[in-house]
């Protein structure tokens, strides 16, 4: 069982920049060894992926809506993964999930290879 916390999300204007940031905690849960990724899901959209990170950050994923743009991390003595958002877009505007993938495995694409999910941070991009 793990539980993934997020912080970072607010308002900022277009142009801006935020820093995501996601620690999973449960005494189970080997964080060091998964994949992890962002997903966001917008007003009567469905939930996308954003960015992944391998286990040791070498290899990543990005859509290409925000490639160039976000960055994703993480640092496994903290248990924590994060996204740099930079140049944001009014069309960034959404609820971003932190998420685990069901197996040790590469990038899943598909949110149904994720089993475990955050609570969600609101990010909202005014123009």
């Known amino acids: 069982q793990v539980q993934l916390v997020e912080s970072g999300g607010g308002l900022v204007q277009a142009g801006g920049s935020l820093r995501l940031s996601c620690t999973a905690r449960g005494r189970t849960f080997s964080f060091s060894i998964y994949t992890m990724a962002w997903f966001r899901q917008a007003p009567g959209k469905e939930r996308d992926i954003v960015a992944g990170?391998?286990?040791?950050?070498?290899?990543?994923y990005y859509a290409d809506s925000v490639k160039g743009r976000f960055t994703i991390s993480r640092d496994n003595a903290k248990n924590t993964v994060y996204l740099q958002m930079n140049s944001l877009k009014p069309e960034d505007t959404a609820v971003y999930y932190c998420?685990?993938?069901?197996?040790?495995?590469?990038?899943?694409?598909?949110?149904?290879?994720?089993?475990?999910w955050g609570q969600g941070t609101q990010v909202t991009v005014s123009s």
């Open positions: 998420a685990a993938p069901r197996r040790v495995s590469n990038i899943p694409i598909s949110r149904g290879e994720y089993a475990n």
């Open positions: 990170i391998t286990w040791n950050g070498g290899n990543t």
